[in-house]
Structures are given as C-alpha cells and as structure tokens.
C-alpha cells in the first residue's frame, strides 16, 4: 500500500506546475496568431488607393447650370404634418418651392391650396419608419413633384425644392 501512495504523490506534484513544452508550444501559437492578423489585416505599403484623380488627369467638360435665368422659385407656405395614428408626437416641418419658367409664378400661388393638399395627404399616407431611412429623401421629392406635376400641368411645374425639413 505504500507504494501506491507514492505514485499518487507523484502525480499530484507534475500537474499543477505543467511542462516547459507547454509553455513553448503556447509561444509558439500565440505568436504565430499575431504574425497572421499583421500579415493578412494590415493592407502592404504598394497598394494603390481609390483616390479622386488629378486635376490633369480629369477630362474638362462643360456642366450645364441647373439653375437657369429663365427659372423662378415660388415658395410655397410651411406645412406641419403629424406623422403616425399615435396621439401628436411626431411631425414633419417643410418648406418647398416649385421651380417653374418665369410668367407663371401667379398660377402656382393661386393653385397653392391645392399643392398643400396634394402634399399633405402623401405626407400622411408615409410611415415613421420610411423617414428614417436614407433612401427615402430622394423618393420623397420625387414624389412631391409628382403631385405638383398633376395639380399644375407639367408645362408649369419643373420640379420641386425642398428647402427645409424637419422631423420631430
């Protein structure tokens, strides 16, 4: 019986202290983990950027103005407009302004109600969710010249400018 006593002695005392082969082979993975994510993560000094070309290198082209004598800007009143069916704590401020040809700035005041009714019934039929995403400005002001288009005639409207807008 001593003798089996002994070699659980002997046993005890080589687990808790571990082996120097261990220990190496631990270096060894550890820094071979960092060689990998240097190596692979890091992008090499040649490496071209997409950088915008140089002046010289960019062929000149002539860009027509959008904004044109023979336009006008009629601003149209701010409209305020509560967004969801919850009780009023959420609204849209916006201002626009429709683009047209000089002469026919007094059709669009005059059709103004209207544009205001056309604007608001979209605005309403919008989710909360649809103004939190960055692709819907751009639908939006399409959609408003849309509306325009229809209240005015496409020979009257050229578009509409939203110069304000405010989500709250």
């Excluded at 069916?85 to 609204?91: G, L, V």
């Excluded at 649809?130 to 005015?152: C, I, K, S, W």
Aim: aromatic share 8%; proline share 5%; charged share 25%.
């Amino acid at each position: 019986m001593a003798k089996e006593t002994d070699t659980s002695n002997d046993q005890a005392e080589k687990k808790p202290g571990g082996s120097l082969v261990n220990w190496a082979i631990l270096a060894v993975v550890s820094a071979a983990c960092s060689f990998a994510v240097v190596f692979f993560l890091f992008p090499s000094a040649n490496t071209e950027s997409a950088a915008c070309p140089a002046p010289e290198q960019v062929a000149s082209t002539k860009v027509e103005p959008l904004a044109r004598e023979e336009l006008s800007y009629v601003q149209l009143d701010e409209l305020l407009v509560t967004i969801g069916n919850e009780p009023a704590t959420r609204f849209v401020k916006l201002n626009t302004s429709i683009v047209t040809e000089k002469g026919n700035e007094k059709k669009i005041t005059e059709a103004q109600p209207m544009l205001s009714d056309a604007f608001i019934s979209y605005l309403r039929s919008v989710e909360l969710s649809d103004f939190e995403t960055a692709g819907f400005y751009p639908r939006m002001r399409e959609q408003l010249g849309r509306r325009a288009e229809l209240v005015l005639g496409s020979d009257t409207s050229q578009g509409v400018l939203i110069t304000e807008f405010l989500l709250r």
